[in-house]
């Protein structure tokens, strides 16, 4: 069917109210590799995924006894390779002499067990692997170091585990990668969870999503609604029928996990112009608000950015108290509808206050002191209405970003950085949004510069092929080392992002001080409240607002803003 044909007959669909989503908006992820036809867990299997055209492929993997990752679905060997011991209580070399092909076809006789490296490097550009972590948290290290070094993104990298243990240990080990805590809806002995039941244990193992059994008499239009209304991706496995893949389509699964991934493809309806997602860093869910688009007709729409540190809630401010002047925030933000919000000094109750009060916003936020609850949270909110969380993360400005309430350098007190994926739901051919929301030290000069550094790391590390947009108060100006090193020229080599605001003005003002005291109204002093966005937007517009009310301020911080506009037609 020709492209215009096509396109016409979805837009008429969407507008009629058709709930038929395509197949190229999820990912189709292959279940221990193309199992179906070849070997589970096996080179030879994910090599053929590859081929069929998955977008990502599933394994599962033990911990050998000399502590190495080997790929395999059950405890016992005897299975897969008529050999009645346990992985864990072989070396990797006496796992070697095993044939884990001959059982599934003659033609695989001599394929041997591999190990976690070998399948990461089978794994190509915009594609990515879920790793199935079948044993306990002590598999943990050695996962952490084999992820740490293998030469891939992080987003092409999740972890899936049913172990809410393994998957709270291994989003703390490493923030940056995608985990999702599987689940069976199907009924046993015990009745299925429910929704407030997942939930809770979701926010408590810090969870990316869920991975669920493809259970529809369990997993309906409002379970499913309640879940991805929680910020949480949803996954589905293991769908091998059209009918039933198509139920979970019309639920809005990001993902769904199957042992045919060619034939399940062929089988569901397509946009008819390619096999493959979009080559992002992240899945696109099923649906979104707007008709399909392409890169050639896709309007571009602004994205309102708003970054504010908003005084934590406890300080002994008096007539300044967050009590009573926590509604003038809220109507700062209100007025103002930002896209993406990032806000600094925010303790739970603040964090809780806005999250109820915004309606449409989903928020993402951790405590600095301990990964949780504990001290001020680099809060992200983005209006879910426009916006889909893809994952996200947290890290520490530190020498071990990876641990919460670590410290380094000179730095006076705990500080870190949060971040989200995003997909643009009104713009569905646009890359992933990345954005993080930061707080730098207020007195230690070298924090500042290595914070400003592991930044800038970090945006490249997991904002590779991403429209990328950084919030933060940043606690020095921009005449400082700081500065240049997370806008400036570094090595050689430009940097990720740009300042917004100096973009909107060239010339420097006499009044763009942020850091305001409670006293209303311009000021001098340093801009120390920024905005940085990628090379691809086009600063629309970038403002320090001077908000009051009768003379009170929202904050001691004057928010900052920034209109964004990028179109997939403009050149990245």
Known sequence: MPRAVWTLYLCLLWLCGGSIAPVNAVEIIAHRGASHDAPENTLASLRLAWEQGADAVEFDVYLSADQRIVLMHDRSLLRTTGVDRSVQELSLEELRTLDVGRWKDPRYTGERIATLEEALSTVPAGKRVLIEVKSGPETLPELQRVIKTAKLAPAQTAVISFDPRVVAECKRRLPEVAVYWIVSLKPTKQPAPTVEQLLKTARRINADGLDLSATPEILTAEYSQALKSAGLGLYVWTVNDPQLARQMLDLGVEGLTTDRPGWLREQLPSRGDSNALPAHDAPLSAKGETPPATAETSPALPLRVMSYNIRYGTADDGPNHWKLRKSLLLQTISKFKPDLLGTQETLAEQRDFLRDNLPGYQVLAVGRDDGRE?????????????????????????????????????????????????????????????????????RGEQAQLESARLIRRKLTEIGRDCLVVVTGDFNCGEESPPYQALFGIESDKESPIRDTYRLAFPQRGENEGTFNSFRPGPNGGSRIDWIGASPAWRVEQAEILHAETDGRTPSDHHPVTAILLHSPSMAK
């Open 374 to 442: 504990a001290g001020e949270m680099t809060a992200i909110y983005y209006n879910a209405d426009r916006l889909e969380k893809l994952w996200g993360g947290h890290f520490w400005l530190s020498e071990r970003p990876d641990q919460p309430g670590s410290k380094s350098w000179d730095t006076s007190l705990t500080r870190m950085a949060s971040w989200v994926k995003l997909r643009d739901k009104r713009q569905p051919a646009s890359p992933p949004i990345l954005f993080l929301n930061t707080h730098f030290d207020h």
